[in-house]
C-alpha cells in the first residue's frame, strides 16, 4: 500500500506523477485493503499512476484509490487525474462494497471534501462500483455536512461490477464528460449507471452510458433520494437493459427529504430496455422536457411506469417530448397524482398514451431515427428535418437553460421546438 503522508498547501500542493515516456508506473496491491490511501490529508496531485488490486478471493471494501476525511474537518484540493484503475475484486454486496476509486466522509467530528477533481481517469473491471462516494454526514434534520465542489469528469469506466458512478453526500456536485460501457456486470443487487445520493443541486451533463446490465434497475441514469435539484442534461443512454431514467424516493422522514425538484432535458435515448421511465415511490415536482426517446423494432417496453415505494410520485411534468417508437410502448401510472404531459409526440404504437391536448400523433421527421454509434457525436440522426411539425410546436418552459443538445443557442420565444434540437429560424 501506497499510504500518503501530510499536505500540502494551496500555494503548493504535493504532487504525485510519473517522469520520462513510457507506461504508467504500476501500484499493484495484490489484495490488501487500498492500493493507494489518502487519509485527513489535503492538496495532493496525484496523475499518471496504474492502480490494480487484485487477491485471491474478494474482500469487503477493497479500493484501488481510498480518498478518507476521517474526523478531520474539511479536506481541501485533492485532485486525481489520468489514473489506470484496474482489476480490483472487492464485494459485489452494496452493504459492504468494494470500489475502484472511493471517497468517504466518517468520523465523530463532520467532515467533508472542498474541491476534490477526479478527471480523465480509466476504469477496468472493478467491483463493487467504479467511481463512488460514501458519507455518514447526511441526516438533513441532526448532522446535513457535504461536499462542496467535487467535480468527476471525462473518466472511461468499462465493465464495471455495479453502480458505475456514485456522488453521495455532496452539494453542487459536477459529473460531466464520462462513458461508461458496461455496468451491474456481476452485481446480484440493484445497481444503475449514473446517479447521486444524499446530494443537492447536483449536474450530470454531456455524459454516455450503454451497456448497464438486468433489470435490477439496471438504467443508465438515476435520479436518487435525499436528494434535491438534481439536474440531468445533454446525456446520452443507450442499450441499458434496465432502460433510461430510474426517479425514485420512499416516504420523506428526518432522514430523508426525499427526491425533490428533479430536471431532466435535452437528453438521447436510443435502444433502452424495460422502460424509459421507472418513477418508483414519491418524488416531487419533477420536470421532463425536450428529450427524445427512440425505441427499436421488436421491443415492447414501459414508457413510463409509476410503482408504489411506501408511496406514489406527485407532480410529474412532461412537455416537448418525442418518442419515436418503432416497435411498442405502454404506460402504467398507479396511483400517482398530477402527471401532466403536454406538446408531446407520441410516434408509433402506443398503447394506452397519456392524455396530452397537444400531442402531436404524426412523423416527427428526425433525420435518422434509430441511428447512432458509440459517442455523443454520433447523434445528428435525432436532428429534426425541414417541415417537420415539431419545429416551433412547443410549449415554453421558464428557466430552460441556453443551448439545445448540439450546443445551438436556444431561442428567446414563446413557441421552442419539441426535442432536443432547437431549429434556428
Known sequence: MLQLKGSGSEAGPIVVDMYGRGEKPCIDGGGIQDTILLENIEYWEISNIEITNLGPTRASWRTGVRISANG?????????????????NGSNDKSREGCGIFFECKGRKPSRFDGLLIEGCHLVR???????????????????FPSLNVVIRGNLLEDIGGDCIKPWGCDGCMVEYNIVRGGRMRAEDYAAGIWPWSCDNTVIQFNEVSGMKGTKDGQGFDSDYNCRNSL???NYSHDNDGGFMLICSPATSSRNIGCEGTVIRYNISRN???????????????????????????????AVLCTDWNGWAENTHFCNN?????????????????????????????????????????????????????GLDSLDGYKLKPGSPCIRAGLAVED??????????????T???????????
Not at 397524482?337 to 398503447?351: D, S
Not at 413557441?415 to 429560424?425: E, F, L
Open 72 to 88: 478531520g474537518g474539511t479536506l481541501r484540493h485533492i485532485h486525481l487525474k489520468n489514473l489506470y484503475v484496474h482489476d480490483v
Open 126 to 144: 472493478t467491483d463493487r462500483n467504479g467511481i463512488c462516494g460514501r458519507s455518514s454526514f447526511i441526516n438533513r434534520s441532526r448532522n446535513w
Open 232 to 234: 440531468f442534461q445533454y
Open 272 to 302: 433502452d430496455g424495460a422502460r424509459i421511465f421507472h418513477i418508483g415511490g414519491r418524488p416531487r415536482n419533477t420536470k421532463i422536457y425536450n428529450n427524445v426517446f427512440y425505441v427499436p423494432d421488436q421491443r415492447d417496453i414501459y
Open 322 to 374: 418525442i418518442f419515436y417508437v418503432d416497435g411498442k410502448v405502454r404506460y402504467e401510472f398507479g396511483r400517482s397524482t398530477n402527471n401532466v404531459f403536454e406538446h408531446n409526440v407520441f410516434y408509433g404504437n402506443h398503447e394506452n398514451p397519456p392524455e396530452d391536448p397537444f400531442a402531436i400523433a404524426d412523423n416527427p421527421m428526425l433525420v435518422n431515427p434509430g441511428g447512432g454509434a458509440d
Open 400 to 413: 430552460c437553460g441556453s443551448r439545445d443538445f448540439w450546443g445551438n443557442r436556444l431561442r428567446d420565444d
Open 415 to 425: 413557441n421552442p421546438d419539441i426535442g432536443a434540437q432547437a431549429v434556428n429560424p
